[in-house]
C-alpha cells in the first residue's frame, strides 16, 4: 500500500537529484581545505550563556520529574506535557527533519504550517538554522566540520556541541551552505518562522503549555511551569540529542559498516522512528528514513497527509538499491531482526561473500 506513493520516484529521479547536488558540492567544496582545518589545533571555548540555560533546565527538569512521580501533580498536567512531547515530535522528524533538511518530500502550505508550529513548540531554535545545521552535519559527517561530530565523544555530541565554541571549520561551512540553501529562505513559511521566532517560541513553547494546565483542570502556576515548559521541553531536547549521541555510537550497520551512524531502535522509538540512522546517512533523501516494516511513525505521519495529497513526491530507496548498498558496504546484519521470524519472506538474510 505505501509503495504507491513511490511512483513519482524513479531511479531515474533520484540519479538527477544527485548529479544536481554533486554539481553544487564541487561548487562550495571548491575552496574548502578540510585537511588544513583537520590539522589546526583548536580549543573550544564555553559559552557560558547557553551552558548556564542547560543547567538550569536541566535541574528544574529534575525537580519536575520529581513533582511527576510524587504525585504533586495533576495526573492530566504530566498526560498533557507527554501528550504535547510526541506531537510536537512530528515538527522535528516530518518537519525540520525530513521535509526541510533533505528535501525528501514536499508539503503543501497547510501542512507546512502545521510542521512549523508543531516545530516551534519545541523551542530548538528556527527552521532556518536547524536545517542549515542538519545539512553541515550530513555533508560533513565525522569531520571537524560536523557541528556534532562523534569522534569528539558522546558528551560532545549529545549536547557539548551546543554550549562550545563551534570549531572554525563548522562556521565555514555554515557560510558556504548558506549559498546553496537558497530553498529554505524561499519558502515563505520558513521566512515568517525565523522572522517570528521569539514571539512565536515565547507564545507555543512557554505561555500556551504553560497556560492549558492552568486555566482547563486549575494546575498551579509554578507546578505547570516546571512540567508543561521546563520538563517538557528538556525532555524533548535529549530525545533528539539522542539521534546525534547514541544513534552514532551504539548500534549495527546493515548499509554502511565504514561511517559511524548505526540502527538503534531504542532511539527509534522515543524519536518517533528517527533511530534507523545508518540507513539514513546512506539514504538521506529517502522520506522513511528506514527500510519499510521499522518502527517509524514519522513515516506513518507523512503517509496519511500524503493520503489527502498534502504530502506528495515522496522519495523511497528501492529495495534493490537497498540490498545492492548492504552487500557492498554492510556489516552483514540486514535482515536480521531483534526477535527474528523465520515465516517472514519480509526478510532474508544477504550473504555478504
Ligand atoms: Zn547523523
Ligand atoms: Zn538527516
Known sequence: ??????????????????????????????DFD????????????????????????????????YLIITNEVRFLTTLFAFATIYTSGFGIT??????????AYRAKTPLRILLALLF????????????????????????????????????F????????????????????????????????????????????FALL??????????????????NSFVVSFVTRFTITLNIAFCVNSFAHLWGNKPYDRLIKPVENGMVSLAALGEGWHNY??????DYRTSELGRLNISTNFIDTFAKIGWAYD??????????????????GTLGETEEPDPTSSDYQHIDVN
Open 1 to 30: 500500500m505505501k509503495t504507491g506513493y513511490h511512483g513519482a520516484c524513479t531511479a531515474e529521479h533520484h540519479h538527477m537529484h544527485r548529479i544536481t547536488l554533486e554539481n553544487v558540492s564541487d561548487k562550495i567544496n571548491k
Open 34 to 65: 578540510l585537511a588544513k582545518y583537520e590539522a589546526m589545533e583548536f580549543t573550544p571555548q564555553i559559552r557560558w550563556p547557553d551552558l548556564t540555560v542547560q543547567i538550569m533546565l536541566h535541574l528544574v527538569s529534575i525537580f519536575g520529574v
Open 94 to 103: 516530518a518537519g525540520v527533519h525530513r521535509l526541510w533538511s533533505h528535501r
Open 120 to 155: 516551534t513548540i519545541t523551542g530548538q531554535r528556527d527552521i532556518y538554522t536547524w536545517a542549515l545545521d542538519h545539512r553541515v552535519h550530513h555533508k560533513y559527517s565525522e569531520t571537524v566540520a560536523d557541528p556534532h561530530d562523534v569522534r569528539r565523544g558522546f558528551w
Open 157 to 200: 555530541a549529545h549536547v557539548g556541541w551546543l554550549v562550545l565554541t563551534p570549531h572554525p571549520a563548522v562556521e565555514d561551512r555554515r557560510v558556504a551552505l548558506k549559498k546553496v540553501s537558497l530553498d529554505l529562505i524561499d519558502d515563505p513559511v520558513v521566512r515568517i518562522q525565523k522572522q517570528l521566532f521569539i514571539p512565536l
Open 205 to 222: 513553547n512557554v505561555i500556551i503549555p504553560v497556560w492549558v494546565p492552568c486555566y482547563f483542570w486549575s494546575e498551579t502556576l509554578v
Open 280 to 285: 539514513h546517512h546512506v539514504f538521506p533523501w
Open 314 to 331: 515522496l522519495k523511497a530507496a528501492t529495495s534493490a538499491m537497498i540490498v545492492n548498498r548492504a552487500k557492498r558496504s554492510g556489516d
